[in-house]
Structure formats: structure tokens, C-alpha cells
């Protein structure tokens, strides 16, 4: 039956696994070969399950009814793709990066278990598989986390994660269950289907909001995403599957349960609200790190908030290519991090550093505003809904960040050629893309709804919050050396020191140990 292909993946990953169990003190190379094969089969797998989409369309295959069913269509085997092949390339790196390890055996079969069960999410057909999935891939990452249980700053920060993790797999139960009331059915098709066609009773709205709320504890969203600039004890390869993977579950959510969650306004508005804070706040913070893996850890917290602003905008298509992209520039980001500093200390500067002032700031956000409606309008906006034309406003104020840097005064004209170059490339590579997203996703998603007051008045608010941070960091240079400009650097590298409150309410400076799941 077609529509089982797509549990062969995890299937294959978990046979390898039980493998690499056997020798958890060891070094088996022909386990930990086997891991890296393992992936590289699920890759073929997701390959496979894509031809099978296109030649025969979405389908849900019920192995055990309610339980465990996979999903095939055009989210789930987006998201196999992306997982199996990420789980690739971080298998095969951590076969060189842990060779020696005492625990070389157990850390491939805890990775292995982990991409499983976030294979096993991505496909989930039913409720039953989707919250087993949700909780198994908490518990096996933990372990992943504590891999060095000794380190204290690890054990911390991994009980910060358990009880953030639980409290999340609460709100999905929850969710489950209200659903389950609500359309009578385990099968999320069918749910979708009903959703759509208007099917709105009490116990859906409700579990709306506990979606919305399971979607942000996962994501580590503002103020409980303290955990996830934490967990730097754990060997590279986590973090990468973890800010490139795991840290998506929580967008994935909201997208696979996207009819159910535009029955309830109210809930997609918290959603803009403490995404697109989370967004900028975490952006900020970033800046102020030295560390390189702690300002990806930070860049990751920012980026989970924008793709939750995505998904309470109702874009649901953007969302998703948010997913692929970031997943895919995290990953590369972390598994280079090592070289990252020897790169930039290696690069010579050939003079004084081109500072634009306000007027060159100025030029460049005209200039973004204008490249914008240019390529806006080659690739049409009759068909652009005003939620997506926000989010084009906000990528204006990144280009014109870019291009500002080029317009400076003592600017060379090879830096603003390639920065002009570099603006048009990334406003066609955006058009294009959510053009790709929406034809792609089109029948599978629901279109982005008619905003009403309150999300034109939510909309306004992060175009203006968007473009007044992106104006302060385009300006920094000339305001940095003003005394206020060093205090807030502080507040901010610190995190405006909301990570130290959750220390104090979870206890968890004074509970360093905690046995293990």
C-alpha cells in the first residue's frame, strides 16, 4: 500500500539503533555505519514517497486505527525530506565528530531514535501517533542533551528543557482530547476537512488555544525559551539536529492542525503577538553575544518567534518554506561553527570600516522600498493577500539594512555594487519562492483569511516595530557611543535577565541533578 512507505524511514533508523545499542562503550564501526546508511535509506524513502504523491496524491494508510496511520501529502513529505536528509549529513558528521568517545555507540542510537520519532511527527496521520511521536522525540533529545551527564550547566539547562517539554506535552493531550470531542474522529484529515468546511464547535476553539499553546513552549517562545540558549554542554551535532529539527515541532503543529487554528482569530492574534516579540527580542539579543553558538542559539529563538508571526498571519505556505529554509541554514551554521572563528580572524581589512550616516540610511530604505515594488510588481500583486504584503514590508527593512551599508560615504563601489546585486537577488529570491510555496502547497493549506480590525491593527504594529529596529541597528554606529547604548547592551546580552526569574521559580541554580528519563 502506498501510503505506508513513509513509516519504512523511521522503521529503518530505530532497526539501526537497537543495533548500536548493543555496543554503548564501544566504538562500532559497523553499528555506527549502519546508523549512516540508516539515513541515507530514509532518504531514499522520503524520495520514494514523494514520486508516490505526485503520481497518486495525499493519502492516510491506518495501520492501527487512531494510533498509528501515516500521513501522505505535501506537508508531511516536505518535512521527511527535509528531516531524513538533515539526519544525513548530521550522522555522517558525528561518526568523525565523537570517533573516540566512550559513548560513541549510545550517542548514534539516542540520534537515531531521535530523527525516528521526529520522522514518525512529520507523518502522522492520526492524533494517537502524533502526540506518542511529540512526546518520544522529547525523551530521546533529552538524552542526547545529557550526554555528558556530569556537567552541571547540562543537567541545568536539560531540567529547564524537561519541565518546559512537559508542561508542552500537557497542552497537546489536552488539545487532543478537545479535538477528539469535537469531529468524533482521530483521523487530522478528516478534522482538517470538517474544520474547513465551517465546523466550529466550543470544544475546537478551545483546542485551538492549547495547540497555540503546546506550538510556543516547544518553539521556546518568549519567556520560556530560556532552555534552548542553554543546552551549549551537549556535542555539536545535537544542536544542530535540535535548532535545525526538534525546535520545529512547534510551527509543524500549528501548520498540520492550520484549518483548526483559523476557526479561533483571537488565538492567531496571541500568536502574531508573541511571535513577532519573541522575533524581535531575540534578534537583539543576538547581537550582544560574543560566543558563536550562543548567538545561534539566540538566532534560532528569534527566527521560531517570526515563523509563529507567519502562522498567526494565516501564511500558512510561508511558514512551512520558513521551516525548510531556516532548518537548512541552521544546520550548515552549527555543524561549521568550529571553523567559524579561525574564518573571520583570518580576514584582512583593507581600511576603515564605512559607517553610513542618516541620510545614506535614509537612500537605502527608499531604495529597498523601491526594488521591492519593482520586483513585487514583475511577479504580480493582484494575488497577494495583505498579511503577505506585511511580510514583504518587513523584508524591505532588511535589504535596506544591506544596501545601507553600501551607500555609506567612504563605501567603496565594488561594496555597493554587490550589496544592489545582493538586494535584488533576495527580493526576486522571496517572490519567487512564496510563489513556489503557494502553488506547491495549494489544496493542502488554507488560503490566508480576509483580515479584520484587529489584525490590520496588529499588522501596522510589527511593520512599525520591524522597521523602527531594523532603523536603530542601520544606525547603530552612530549611537553607540552614547552611555545609554552601553547599559542596554548589557540588559540585553543578559537577556533583560528573564532566563534568571525561570531559575529562580523552577529552582533549577540549587536542583542541578534530576534522574534521567
Known amino acids: 500500500m502506498p501510503g505506508l512507505i513513509p513509516l519504512l524511514a523511521p522503521l529503518i533508523l530505530i532497526a539501526a539503533a537497537a543495533v548500536a545499542f548493543r555496543g554503548p562503550g564501544l566504538r562500532p564501526r559497523r553499528s555506527l555505519r549502519l546508523d549512516e546508511g540508516a539515513a541515507l535509506g530514509a532518504v531514499l524513502v522520503a524520495l520514494l514517497s514523494l514520486g508516490l504523491l505526485v503520481a497518486g496524491g495525499p493519502v492516510t494508510a491506518t495501520v492501527v486505527p487512531g494510533l498509528l496511520a501515516p500521513r501522505l501529502d505535501a506537508v508531511s513529505v516536505t518535512m521527511l525530506l527535509l528531516v531524513s536528509g538533515i539526519g544525513w549529513v548530521v ?57 555528558y551527564p556530569g556537567r552541571v550547566a547540562a543537567q541545568r539547562a536539560a531540567r529547564k528543557k524537561w519541565v518546559t517539554a512537559r508542561a508542552g506535552d500537557a497542552m497537546l493531550a489536552v488539545a487532543a482530547g478537545l479535538l477528539l470531542w469535537a469531529y468524533g474522529t482521530a483521523d487530522i484529515a478528516a478534522m482538517g476537512a470538517a474544520a474547513r468546511d465551517g465546523l466550529a464547535p466550543a470544544s475546537a476553539l478551545w483546542a485551538a488555544g492549547f495547540l497555540a499553546l503546546a506550538a510556543l513552549l516547544k518553539s521556546a517562545q518568549f519567556p520560556t525559551h530560556g532552555w534552548l540558549t542553554e543546552v551549549m554542554e551537549a556535542p555539536t551535532p545535537v544542536s544542530a539536529l535540535l535548532h535545525a529539527g526538534v525546535i520545529n515541532a512547534g510551527g509543524f503543529l500549528l501548520i498540520r492542525f492550520a484549518d483548526v487554528m483559523g476557526l479561533a482569530p483571537g488565538v492567531m492574534a496571541g500568536l502574531v503577538m508573541v511571535g513577532g516579540f519573541t522575533a524581535i527580542f531575540g534578534g537583539l539579543v543576538m547581537l550582544t553575544q560574543s560566543a558563536v553558538k550562543t548567538s545561534l542559539a539566540w538566532s534560532t529563538v528569534g527566527q521560531m518567534g517570526f515563523m509563529i508571526l507567519q502562522c498567526g498571519l494565516g501564511l500558512w505556505p510561508l511558514a512551512l518554506l520558513h521551516i525548510v529554509a531556516h532548518s537548512l541554514y541552521k544546520a550548515h551554521a552549527f555543524l561549521a561553527s568550529g571553523g567559524a572563528v579561525e574564518v573571520v580572524a583570518a580576514i584582512r581589512r583593507p581600511g576603515p570600516v564605512a559607517v553610513p550616516d542618516a541620510r545614506a540610511v535614509g537612500r537605502a530604505f527608499l531604495a529597498a522600498l523601491g526594488i521591492y515594488a519593482a520586483v513585487g510588481l514583475a511577479f504580480g500583486f493582484a494575488d497577494k493577500s495583505p498579511q503577505a504584503m506585511a511580510l514583504g514590508a518587513i523584508l524591505i527593512f532588511g535589504v535596506a539594512y544591506l544596501i545601507a551599508q553600501g551607500l555609506a560615504d567612504a563605501a567603496p563601489r565594488a561594496l555597493t555594487r554587490r550589496t544592489a546585486l545582493a538586494s535584488v537577488a533576495t527580493a526576486v529570491g522571496y517572490f519567487a519562492l512564496q510563489k513556489g510555496a503557494e502553488w506547491t502547497m495549494a489544496g493542502t493549506l488554507p488560503p490566508t483569511p480576509a483580515p479584520g480590525p484587529l489584525e490590520w491593527t496588529l499588522m501596522v504594529l510589527a511593520v512599525l516595530s520591524f522597521g523602527a529596529v531594523a532603523w536603530a541597528q542601520a544606525t547603530f554606529p552612530l549611537w553607540s557611543g552614547h552611555p545609554a547604548a552601553a547599559g542596554l547592551r548589557v540588559h540585553l546580552s543578559n537577556g533583560l535577565y528573564v532566563n534568571a526569574v525561570w531559575d529562580r521559580l523552577l529552582r533549577a541554580h540549587a536542583r542541578p541533578a534530576f534522574p534521567a528519563e
Open 91 to 147: 550522522l555522517r558528521y558525528s561518526a568523525t565528530y565523537l570517533d573516540g568517545e566512550a559513548r560513541q555507540g549510545a550517542f548514534t542510537g539516542w540520534m537515531a531514535l531521535t530523527l525516528a520519532a521526529v520522522m514518525l511527527l512529520v507523518t502522522a496521520g492520526t492524533l494517537g501517533q502524533l502526540v506518542a511521536a511529540w512526546v518520544a522525540t522529547s525523551l530521546a533529545l533529552h538524552q542526547l542533551l545529557l550526554f
